[in-house]
């Protein structure tokens, strides 16, 4: 069985950096496209950015310059670095996973970041 789990999010001034993790269980990154979502409070979930297995990245448009994405295949975890927060990028925070064969989607259980005053 795949499990995600996100840890990381915290709460940081407008400006501030978090730096997300999340680490897998029951199966090898490496046949995997992986991802973030995040969703705030009465959104629609969104894509922040995702990872190809070859290491090639895509961002949302409002997060490009801010965020980057990473990957760590051999040790089952994938980052997402955080700079410059903005009070609009307070939500929840989701890893992704989609086997790039099968095509079956797993989701973690989110991670809480809130950029605030």
């Known amino acids: 069985q795949v499990q995600l789990v996100e840890s990381g999010g915290g709460l940081v001034q407008p400006g501030g950096s978090l730096k997300l993790s999340c680490t897998g269980s029951?199966?090898?990154?490496?046949?995997?496209?992986m991802g973030w979502y995040r969703q705030a409070p009465g959104k629609q979930r969104e894509l922040v950015a995702t990872?190809?297995?070859?290491?090639?990245?895509n961002y949302l448009d409002s997060v490009k310059g801010r965020f980057t994405i990473s990957r760590d295949n051999a040790r089952n975890t994938i980052d997402l670095q955080m700079n410059n927060l903005k009070p609009e990028d307070t939500a929840v925070y989701y890893c992704?996973?989609?086997?790039?064969?099968?095509?079956?989607?797993?989701w973690g259980r989110g991670t809480q970041v809130t950029a605030s005053s």
């Open positions: 992704y996973a989609e086997n790039v064969f099968t095509r079956n989607a797993y």
């Open positions: 029951g199966t090898v990154f490496n046949v995997y496209v």
């Open positions: 990872i190809t297995r070859s290491g090639v990245a």
